[in-house]
RNA sequence: GCCGGGAUGGCGGAAUCGGCAGACGCGAUGGUCUCAAACACCAUUGUUCGAAAGGACGUGCGGGUUCAAGUCCCGCUCCCGGCACCA
């Protein structure tokens, strides 16, 4: 026995410390929550977001793990074949800032790390299947996100473009639409800039489609917010392609508009300043003029560019255009409020309609014509509301009165049986962009040869193994530092043997972790990225967990990659994560911790101080699972209360292990079968904060049961203890299983099984009907569960307080709902 | 501006089928134990009137439906999150 004992008392103290060391041992050695893949249970597949590993965990990992740990471990109880693995996204540029400035390669920070952070994990008793455990950053893994890369390349889904991109002056890299954040880099905060770059690109765009189509399948069980943010993302919007002949130029160039309905009031035409289309119509004589503009809109940042107020900006080109509805001749300018990557980079401009239109046109002098009637009263300028159309006829078609929603067929059968344009859906999202010109990534596995072009290194050349570069050698200059390594880029060409290069970027680390859940399964196989079998038996994970930040960026990926493996033959379904649970967010003092503010929170304080199990049930007891919450609301010193008294409950069971709790205490049995029913609930509506306040209810009454109850020999007592102990086991795994032990069982109280509530003692012998005057509370009654309406009314008939509140009233009219309730109707 | 979520005691939160508002916990107050303190345990704890019995009020605000509304409907206010010159 490692317990202490009071000197006092001579009773055994709730030696926290104690308890986690040996359990932690005996867990060890049984590895209770392997994975057994054998077909003698259901299976189920929980993943956590898989930790980057900068330093120890901190308070956001353990809430996150806490909460995904109950419902691992609800499974087990249940005799479920879990898999809960664990891995680290270990790519990424907070090891290579970290290297640089010590002069080292990243690995040695990154495994130094995820030591510490596996350490912590397997303290903190998280249920993982540890031999599942793989790194992003594994040559053994890293090998694959490169056969995944080649695949798309095979299946064109992989491609390489010039485009302007989005560029972080801080990082020295590119990065993708979804990292900038307000015109800023997510990552650092720098004021990102344009850059025309060739990079490589995942064309995510294939699937926009799909991937909203296929959100119908998550509704309900992913969060809300989630799906809309993902919607909003992916930006469908309907409308049509519309082509306007620029005088000088045979092509014709098409605009996008979702507002077909208002092209005769289109009495400009802009393109984007920075679109190549720009340069190609500008007249001669505006070539100057348009050059220093555009000098000018490259330097800004976004943030200047989208900042509130600003004037809109732009120039004549010089030619113009004719408006196939009307033929007008319109004036054509170069803008940067029209974005080169949307649509066609260039629109039809309808400043009665449209306010960025309206801005620019009172700006430069241009006319605006109103083709909706805008509604009474109606004193603002461009007008975006539903209408009848004005002003919109010509030989062949009028439009005048129609609503918008009609005006806009009507135009579009139109411009489609003139050729002018079409009905279209045009989406924002755009193509993911996965180059960086950074170090610590997985290096692209392509070759660039002067007489085959770009080679894919043949599959059985993968790993594209990095140079060990050290230190400076890994500065960010604006090429990629693999660059620099010069015996690595030179390498002979695998289609003609010639003298070749390498591709010197690397990849972004969300392609790393789009991908890696296929991986857990067959984590140490070498021969191929994923076992298609195994992932069939074990996919789709069931239940994702995670923060709301990756609700874009890593889902998003992760459902593109899922998608075009599945069309490649590879997988058997279309969606990763079945289920996703967002945990809120750890705050402190009404902000996020930060060291700025001084407010962080230690997580391995904490637990020095209260112990893992009360971190861990004071996270899962803070609230709904999804609600953020703030460390000084809480109470870990309330969880140590709480669970000593569990604890102790277990001591004072005088009954053998194996009683027959039938011929126990009916009300303590009752009550006990009632949390089992009720806790079953609550777990599967993941509500696990009212988990906890039930098993608090039970240790409470199992209290008084052994106090001034039956005692403590009563069978039903130890039925209690025990329920309590399982209950515990998903919360407070220490506690649970030292408590199990001194009950008298073998462990691990992990695996006991999840209680079966009685349903006779589901049953009420009797059940409190409230009767009501007028819909006021005016007095309780208790009786049978199975009382006839006329007799719960002539009761409620017999209260005194009833009585009283009628007084002289005359009785309207009765209202019964055996057996909980009577209402007296009274005027 | 658009989209999503929310507002319940001193605090975190319960009440997910329209039927006892405030479960459970924190904090607070009083008590038991102690030389004392801490721990632990017991009791009280929505506001208000009342000595008490008992009453009135009460779920962001204003209306409505209903025998009955935290819950449903209409109109607001405020807070949090996301998106935003996306044609």
């Given amino acids: 026995m490692s317990e202490q004992h009071d000197a006092d008392r001579g009773r055994p103290t709730y030696d926290v410390e104690a308890i986690q060391t040996k359990w932690q041992k005996v867990w060890a050695e049984l590895d209770p929550f392997k994975a057994r893949d054998d077909d003698s249970a259901e299976r189920r597949y929980l993943v956590d977001m898989f930790p980057y590993p900068s330093g120890d965990l901190h308070m956001g990992n353990a809430e996150a793990w806490a909460l995904g740990d109950v419902i691992a471990r609800y499974w087990f109880q249940q005799g479920y074949d879990v898999l809960h693995p664990i891995g680290w996204d270990s790519f990424g540029l907070p090891a290579e800032n970290a290297a640089i400035r010590r002069n080292e390669n990243p690995v040695v920070w990154t495994k130094a790390n995820i030591e510490t952070q596996a350490e912590s994990f397997r303290r903190y008793a998280i249920s993982f299947d540890w031999s599942t455990r793989l790194h992003t950053h594994d040559p053994e893994y890293y090998r694959w996100t490169q056969w995944l890369f080649l695949k798309l390349y095979e299946h064109g889904l992989a491609y390489r473009k010039q485009s302007p991109v989005n560029w972080c002056p801080n990082d020295q890299t590119v990065l993708a639409n979804e990292q900038v954040v307000g015109g800023k880099c997510e990552r650092c905060g720098a004021e990102v800039t344009k850059r025309n770059l060739t990079q490589w690109y995942f064309r995510t765009t294939a699937y926009n489609q799909r991937l909203l189509d296929d959100m119908a399948a998550l509704e309900g069980h992913w969060p809300n917010r989630v799906l809309t943010m993902q919607r909003n ?224 290194v043949p599959e059985d050349q993968l790993p594209v193994v990095l140079p060990e570069l050290k230190g400076a050698e890994m500065q960010p200059k604006g090429v990629a530092p693999l660059a620099s390594a010069v015996d690595w880029v030179n390498v002979s060409c695998p289609r003609c043997n010639e003298g070749a290069k390498r591709d010197t970027d690397t990849m972004d680390t969300f392609v790393d972790s789009s991908w890696y859940f296929l991986r857990y399964p067959t984590p140490d196989d070498a021969t191929q990225p994923f076992d298609v079998e195994a992932v069939k038996r074990w996919g789709p994970v069931d239940q994702y967990v995670g923060g709301v930040e990756h609700a874009i960026l890593h889902l998003l990926y992760a459902r593109f990659v899922t998608k075009a493996l599945h069309d490649m033959g590879y997988l058997d379904f279309v969606e990763p994560f079945t289920a996703l649970m967002n945990q809120g967010e750890v705050i402190n003092q009404g902000k996020g911790m930060s060291k700025s503010l001084g407010n962080g929170v230690d997580l391995g304080e904490q637990i020095a101080a209260y112990g893992v199990d009360a971190v861990r049930l004071t996270l899962v007891f803070a609230g709904p699972p999804e609600e953020d919450m703030d460390w000084s609301d809480l109470s870990p010193g309330g969880s140590v209360r709480f669970l000593q008294r569990a604890w102790r409950l277990s001591g004072d069971v005088t009954s053998e292990p194996g009683t027959d709790p039938a011929r126990g205490d009916d009300a303590l049995r009752k009550a006990t079968h009632k949390v089992i029913s009720e806790a079953t609930q609550l777990l599967d509506g993941q509500r696990f904060n009212v988990m906890v306040a039930r098993a608090m209810e039970l240790v409470n009454a199992t209290r008084k049961a052994i106090d001034s109850g039956p005692g403590a020999a009563d069978p039903a007592v130890r039925e209690a203890a025990e329920t309590v102990a399982i209950v515990l086991s998903l919360v407070a795994p220490y506690t649970a299983e030292e408590m199990w032990h001194r009950l008298g069982h073998a462990p691990t109280v992990a695996k006991a099984g999840w209680p079966v509530a009685d349903p006779a003692l589901l049953v009420e012998q009797t059940v409190t009907a409230v009767v009501q005057v007028q819909g006021k509370m005016r007095g309780r009654l208790d009786v049978p569960p199975d009382i006839s309406a006329d007799e719960l009314e002539a009761l409620a008939r017999l209260e005194e307080k009833v009585i009283r509140a009628i007084g002289d009233a005359t009785i309207r009219k009765v209202i019964v709902r055996a057996p909980k309730l009577v209402n007296f109707v009274v005027s």
């Avoid at 098409?254 to 984007?272: E, H």
């Fill in 233 to 456: 993302w992916i930006g469908r919007s309907e409308g049509a392609h519309v082509d306007f002949l620029i005088e000088g130029r045979d092509q014709p160039v098409t605009v996008f508009t979702t507002r077909p309905d208002t092209l005769f009031g289109a009495t400009f035409f802009v393109i984007a300043a920075d679109a190549p289309l720009a340069a190609q119509v500008c007249a001669d004589e505006q070539r100057e003029t348009f050059a220093a503009y555009l000098e000018q809109v490259r330097r800004a940042t976004e943030i200047e560019r989208l900042s509130e107020g600003r004037d809109k900006t732009g120039v004549f080109l010089g030619v113009h255009t004719i408006n196939p509805v009307n033929g007008e001749r319109i004036p054509v300018y170069a803008a940067d409020y029209v974005l080169a990557d949307y649509g066609t980079g260039a629109i039809m401009a309808v400043p009665a309609q449209d306010q960025r239109d309206w801005d620019f046109a009172k700006r430069f002098d241009l006319p605006i014509v109103r083709t909706v009637r805008p509604s009474e009263g109606f004193d603002g300028e461009a007008f975006t509301g539903d209408g009848p159309a004005i002003n919109s006829a010509n030989d062949e078609i009028s439009l005048d009165g129609l609503p918008v929603d009609e005006a806009k067929r009507r135009t579009i059968a139109w411009l489609e049986r003139k050729g002018l344009g079409r009905g279209t859906i045009n989406y924002r999202l755009r193509d993911w962009l996965i180059s960086r010109q950074r170090y610590w990534g997985p290096p692209i596995p392509i070759i660039h040869c002067p007489s085959c072009g770009e080679v894919p």
